[in-house]
């Protein structure tokens, strides 16, 4: 487990090619083992990425295992991963490689030992990316790869991520006058008029809202850009918001909200997607949480996850889902870690949930 783990890392995936030499590897890793895979390109902004399916069994329920090969950029020596502890350390490890070496030896397990359920693990180049082309997850289900229940191995610690806010990101475009800098009280600052319209946003009653499982929405300024020339007082200033709506908020008030600030701004949407949802009643939920109170200590607990996972593409076709994974932290941190001997746990807790379902007929 932790050998394929350490494999995987070694592939600098944040860029198109590397993520397609990690599905060469996973796709030969699964061939040399006698599965049956699928593989298909069309992701990516000239449809260059390709996602891949492994399939196991051929009865009911059809699960669906959903990994991304992807990663963040690092520091060079996170591609080396290492042990220390009890943890290994490196770019991927806890988001999302580690989850998905312990997906492969789950679906080689059912493979061996026989599987009355049908289990198709998903691979997609893309997660982490934003571009304008279709994602590989939509690749995927455009292909006919769907079923009745999802899970994605996105960090969790064994807890059930039922529900991810929503994504709602605006460029608000904020107006000042310009002015000698020797002079600025003959101006107004732009990028200082930024700053107090995002303090404004801070104080909207959007921001203030909270729900069953979050505290509050998240309010990211992510980018910022005003002024030309060190002496003249700028009077224009853009900046970037990146907000995760409650699943109960509507992203089109939030941005009446912001849009009804008293100073000079204007505010664009460049990109929302909706929150995704599911029962904690639900027969999946309730076997998955059966399993995962065999192996942790403590009681696994339906959680909201902050942020956004493909489980968004799947629930628009009517698939529900959960994010579920191993132990660790650190994720597109300098210190990215996951718990080593987690991804056994979870690679058995996989083969367990599926075969629970199996005999159960759910």
Known sequence: MLSLTRRLVRYRSYTPGAAESTMDFVNGWFEARGLETSRYKGA???GELSSLVARVGSGGPKILLHAHADVVP??????EAREQDGELFG?????????LAAMMYAVEDL???GCDATVELLIVPDEEREYGGLKGAEVLIENGHTGDFLITGEPT?????LQAKGVLDLRVTVRGKSAHGSQPWLGKNAVLLAYEHYKRILE???ARERSELFPYPSINMARIIGGDVINRVPDRCTYDLDIRYLPEQDPKEITRQIRSIDLPAEAKVLFTHEPTYVSKNTPFVKALREVAARHFHGNPVG???HGASDIVFFQRAGIPGVEFGPIGGGHHGPREFVVSDSLETYRQMLVQFVKILAANGS
């Open 44 to 46: 990516g902004p000239q």
């Open 74 to 79: 690092g520091e060079e020596e996170q591609f």
């Open 91 to 99: 770019r991927g490890v806890y988001d999302m490689k580690g989850a």
């Open 111 to 113: 493979h061996v030992t």
């Open 157 to 161: 610690d064994f807890h059930i991520g």
């Open 204 to 206: 909207l009653p959007f």
């Open 303 to 305: 959680v909201g996850r």
